[in-house]
């Protein structure tokens, strides 16, 4: 299974974080809903609300547990339909329910009202994982029937003492509590369904990079592995009659060899470079998921910078962040001074091996590990150099590359790596 990247994963977490204020604004919207109820309760002046009032605020704590209880069930119930799974009821929807039901026989009686007793219905009914041609005609539906209820109990407000109007602003807030739930409810699911569209096209975008990868080495190895064959099978046939001739089909064989080796690396090469700004943005964001605040510099003309060298560096010192910083902030600089290439990556952590006491500005050296030393070799070969110190308030690491540097390569004559970690 393929790592998923750090975009996607903010992503992901984007959509929860969606989920969880969508929740909050279903819960906020009944508890208005509720404390409605509470007040008509105590201010009717058909009720006693010595006995009523605390049965319809018991009433009103139980519709909001059993929302709480079927939101909490709501989204892993989507989210197994949405994988074509199959979804039972569980615990807590059951619970839920149960508690929906408390709630609709206490409000009726507390409120004294058949209208307390829809809006609960007609909740639970917005709140269940509909599928999307079912659900907006069960809101539909319910909201009818709870309007239907408040225009009749409506009709009986005059024999009760109560102004005809009284009920039109709570009415018409208790007639959009089903609605604004499933609209709520369905738009989280429209993100929800973004987000797996775009992690669909990013699978097949990975796909189809394979495939052409897997069609530039076919026809790459294909073509020297025939040539290669047919060299060889000549070479044979002419080693008895004309061995200097065979000796010419070997080393011809030998020489597609070595193109076929070249051609692999250039083409491993091509696959594995990644632009430097994209470096830079991947690390950014690798050090915000770990909970750093993240500023990043990068200065005019720097979109030319060499990212084999730059590239593996960047990711080494995000490396080194992650494995000894112990603080929480983080700035990532690439910069150009004059014929030099600078990058610096600072963090504000004390805990890399510095002797400097917080608060001092003596600047100290640190002790290299072998992520720091991986990198001294890396920038050796291209005539350049690496800087790491301690000043009691942060750690900086600090690159210095020429402009126009040697091409780093390793014994192989792939793109050589930074294996080791700080």
């Not at 830079?280 to 990212?307: C, F, I, Y």
């Not at 112990?326 to 510095?354: C, F, Q, S």
């Not at 793109?415 to 700080?422: F, K, L, V, Y």
């Amino acid at each position: 299974m393929s790592t998923p990247r750090i975009g996607e994963i903010a992503l992901a977490r984007g959509v929860t974080a969606t989920w969880w204020y969508t929740a909050v604004g279903v819960l906020v919207f009944v508890g208005f809903t509720i404390s409605f109820w509470v007040l008509w309760t105590w201010a009717a002046p058909n009720l006693d609300a010595t006995w009523r009032l605390p049965v319809t605020v018991a009433g009103g704590l139980a519709w909001l547990a059993s929302a709480m209880l079927l939101l909490l069930d709501y989204r892993p119930s989507v989210l197994a339909v949405r994988d074509g799974e199959a979804h039972r009821p569980s615990s807590l929807h059951l619970l839920g329910l149960g508690l929906a039901a408390v709630s609709a026989a206490l409000l009726g009686v507390g409120a004294a009202s058949f209208v307390a007793v829809a809006a609960v219905i007609a909740f639970v009914l917005s709140v269940r994982p509909w599928t999307p041609g079912v659900r907006w005609r069960v809101v539909v539906g319910a909201t009818i029937a709870v309007a239907v209820v408040i225009f009749f109990e409506a009709r009986t407000f005059g024999e009760q003492g109560i102004p005809g109007n009284a009920f039109a602003a709570p009415g018409l807030f208790i007639l959009m509590t089903p609605s604004m739930t499933a609209f709520s409810l369905w738009w989280w699911e429209i993100v929800l369904e973004l987000d797996r569209a775009r992690a669909a096209e990013s699978q097949l975008a990975a796909t189809r990079e394979r495939l052409r990868l897997a069609n530039d080495v076919h026809d790459l190895q294909g073509h020297h592995l025939q040539v290669i064959a047919l060299q060889l099978e000549l070479a044979e046939r002419l080693i008895t009659k004309d061995p200097a001739a065979a000796a010419e089909q070997i080393r011809a064989a030998q020489g597609a060899v070595n193109e076929a080796r070249a051609g692999t690396r250039a083409l491993a090469t091509s696959f594995r470079g990644v632009p430097l700004p994209d470096e830079l943005e991947n690390a950014a964001d690798l050090l915000r998921a770990a909970g750093h605040d993240v500023r990043m510099h990068v200065g005019a003309g720097t979109a030319s910078a060499p990212a084999d060298v730059l590239g593996p560096i960047v990711r080494e010192s995000v490396t080194n962040v992650l494995k000894h910083g112990d603080g929480n902030r983080a700035r990532i600089e690439l910069t150009r001074d004059g014929d030099v290439w600078v990058y610096r990556m600072v963090n504000d952590a004390a805990g890399h091996g510095g002797s400097a006491a917080a608060g001092d500005a003596a600047r100290t050296d640190v002790a290299w590990g072998s992520g720091l030393t991986g990198m001294g070799e890396r920038l050796e070969i291209s005539g350049g150099e690496v800087e790491a110190w301690n000043d009691g308030t942060s750690f900086t690491v600090q690159v210095r590359l020429p402009v126009g540097h040697a091409p780093v390569t390793g014994a192989s004559g792939l793109p050589a790596t930074t294996g080791e970690q700080a």
